[in-house]
């Protein structure tokens, strides 16, 4: 039963990706309102993404730092603590936050607009609703992710050099060495490849939610709380995917 | 003295030649096993406000929404200006729809857009407009029509009930229609605002000889408002003529809306 609704729901989400491929290439293009979500997806996300790239970073650090020590190894820890910012941790909390952030937003944005038939306004006033509202999201989402991670990566790897002159010292130019000279294109790679796609799920499974919800009151809550849970879900399964594929093709 | 009243007072009685705007002729619609529309026809004259009453789930919303395209009938035709509704594709029916206003029962103004932001999205989504002069003179025009000139940089949570409503008929103006369909216009308003919305009904309908259908089953409204009442039963049209000839109907499922 459960396995079946499963598959439903996936049944429909696949074809509502099918509807925004369709719909994207299609003119009219909404070009105004994809930068305005640009603008709500990535600019308004930015201070919690910095916030936590830059905890993340520190934190790290700092963990890492006494292990790193005893096996004296410290000259090791930039590498270590940039490998896993670029690679894993910043991608993942970065699609976390996102998918908790925007995915609610759109969630409860769309199926607000569902119930109080703003949806349904738009489209008699000759607006197609489904590219005015789901493909620039969907779109903005999926170039924002990425923006985002990069920018997370950049932070976190700050937050980790101030980590490391807490309690040692070194320039900032001898720690961005020490890890530039150790990262590969091929470890890079894979690691920005995949925000793409984490942006893509956030944002098309948080429209699907909200552009389909129940006609009711109840069903906002629903389609918020359902976008959140669903997209981090895919976040973690598409990283799954991503170091499946990359270790597979050697990129690791 | 209201501004909409005044409208009114100063409109030209409007002509009414029998120029069927809409017809809608043997229109069936089921949702599952729910039969709500069974062969239902009707036919709207220009300049006419024809008002469809009926029960609570009767199919009246469902009806007007099928006029403008937002249900497709399982059967029958819907004809509006002379186009028939089944032989649009999407680009036709858009360009349909800027003859026919739609006025929904919770009004769906834009939440996140300014009350000129609101007018101004089906006008620039239409190109209508190619100045900001033009469309400054037409957000003016569309807000004193409705008696709300001062409006414009509010946002719609900061309306009352009754001001809501004028702006989503302000929007519905905006693009001129021939047509307009109000889904249960007086719905949640207090008696005086809702009398005020029935008078400005009756002053759009005199200075743009628009034609209406009016989804309502508040009898004041109905009386205030309607050229012809028809009363949705069973799927179909149950009965239609004159206020005065359908309240005067012996039948109980007819008298008893009248009670």
């Not at chain 1, 990425?146 to 130019?173: C, E, H, K, R, Y």
């Not at chain 2, 001129?176 to 009398?195: C, N």
Request: glycine residues 8%; contains cysteine; proline residues 4%.
């Amino acid at each position: 039963m459960i396995l079946s609704s499963f598959l439903a729901e996936a049944g429909t989400i696949t074809r509502f990706a099918g509807r925004f491929f369709r719909e994207g290439v299609r003119p009219r293009y909404e070009v105004q309102e994809f930068l305005y979500q640009c603008y709500v997806i990535g600019y308004q996300s930015l201070p919690l993404v910095g916030i936590t790239g830059f905890i993340m970073g520190l934190v790290l650090t700092l963990r890492l730092r006494p292990t790193m020590v005893q096996f004296g190894a410290e000259s090791w820890i930039p590498v270590m603590v940039g490998l896993t910012v670029i690679q894993e941790l910043s991608p993942i909390i970065t699609g976390l936050m996102v998918a908790g952030k925007v995915g609610s937003n759109i969630g409860a944005e769309l199926s607000s607009m569902r119930v109080s038939e703003q949806i349904d306004a738009m489209d008699v006033s000759g607006t197609n609703p489904f590219k005015y509202l789901v493909v620039t999201r969907v779109l903005a989402a999926t170039l924002m992710v990425p923006v985002l991670t990069l920018l997370s990566d950049a932070i976190g790897l700050f937050a980790a050099f101030v980590g490391v002159n807490m309690q040692g010292s070194t320039t900032l130019l001898l720690f961005i060495n020490h890890i530039v000279g150790r990262l590969t294109f091929g470890q890079v790679l894979p690691a920005v490849v995949k925000t793409f796609f984490f942006g893509f799920a956030i944002g098309l499974i948080s429209c699907y939610k909200g552009y389909y919800a129940s006609n009711d009151t109840a069903g906002v809550g629903r389609a918020a709380n359902s976008a959140v849970v669903a997209g981090s879900l895919a976040v973690f399964l598409l990283d799954l995917v991503a170091v499946l594929v990359s270790t597979a093709f050697g990129l690791i | 003295m209201l501004p909409t009243r005044a409208l009114f007072a100063t409109a030209a009685a409007a002509a009414t030649p029998a120029e069927a705007v809409l017809t809608v002729a043997g229109v069936c619609l089921a949702f599952g096993e729910n039969h709500v529309l069974q062969d239902f026809s009707l036919t709207l004259n220009r300049g006419e406000n024809v008002v469809v009453m009926g029960k609570s789930g009767a199919g009246k919303s469902v009806l007007i929404k099928c006029v403008i395209g937002l249900q497709r009938p399982d059967a029958g035709t819907i004809t509006v200006l002379g186009q028939d509704l089944g032989a649009l594709d999407h680009a036709g029916l858009d360009r349909l729809r800027t003859k026919l206003g739609f006025l929904f029962q919770s009004n769906a103004l834009y939440d996140s857009m300014t009350v000129r932001e609101n007018l101004l999205f089906p006008l620039r989504r239409q190109w209508l407009a190619h100045t900001p002069a033009q469309e400054a003179e037409l957000v003016r025009q569309a807000l004193t029509d409705v008696g709300l000139a001062d409006t414009a940089a509010l946002l719609p949570a900061a309306l009352s009930g009754g001001m809501r409503k004028r702006i989503a008929l302000a929007r519905t103006l905006i693009l001129r229609p021939d047509i307009i369909l109000y889904d249960e216009p007086t719905t949640g308003l207090d008696p005086i605002t809702a009398r005020e919305i029935d008078h400005l009904i009756r002053a759009v309908q005199a200075k743009y000889n628009t034609s209406a259908v009016i989804i309502s089953h508040d009898l004041a409204c109905v009386r205030l408002t309607a050229d012809r009442v028809a009363l949705l039963a069973e799927g179909r049209c149950y009965a239609q003529g004159t206020y005065a000839e359908v309240s005067a109907n012996a039948d109980p499922k007819v008298h008893d809306f009248f009670i």
